[in-house]
Nanobody, 121 residues
């Protein structure tokens, strides 16, 4: 069973950047599709981005497309989310999730504990 740990969150100003990392242990990382979700205070958790097992397919929510980039390094068991041109509405707890399916499903079975990203106006 894979375990996921997120890092890289923090406080930035509007227009700034953050790079989130999701590092896995306990499984063959290349066997999992991986994605990012986020949850803002008082709102439901929403999909942000995902990447296929082989890294060839990526998907983004409309709200982040063109600003966020997902990538993976299977040799390092890590998936990254580069977040540029950040807006206050990007403020949320960001969660990493993994799925043994070739593509991430809507309810992945494995989750990290989350990392807080806060964008000040």
């Amino acid at each position: 069973q894979v375990q996921l740990v997120e890092s890289g969150g923090g406080l930035v100003q509007t227009g700034g950047s953050l790079r989130l990392s999701c590092t896995a242990s306990g499984g063959t990382f290349g066997s999992y599709a991986v994605g990012w979700f986020r949850q803002a205070p008082g709102k439901e958790r929403e999909f942000v981005s995902s990447i296929s097992r082989n890294g060839l397919s990526t998907y983004y929510a409309a709200s982040v497309k063109g600003r966020f980039t997902i990538s993976r390094d299977n040799a390092k068991n890590t998936v990254y989310l580069q977040m540029n041109s950040l807006k206050p509405e990007d403020t949320a707890v960001y969660y990493c999730a993994a799925d043994p399916n070739s593509l991430l499903r809507s309810s992945p079975p494995y989750w990290g504990q989350g990392t807080q990203a806060t964008v000040s106006a």
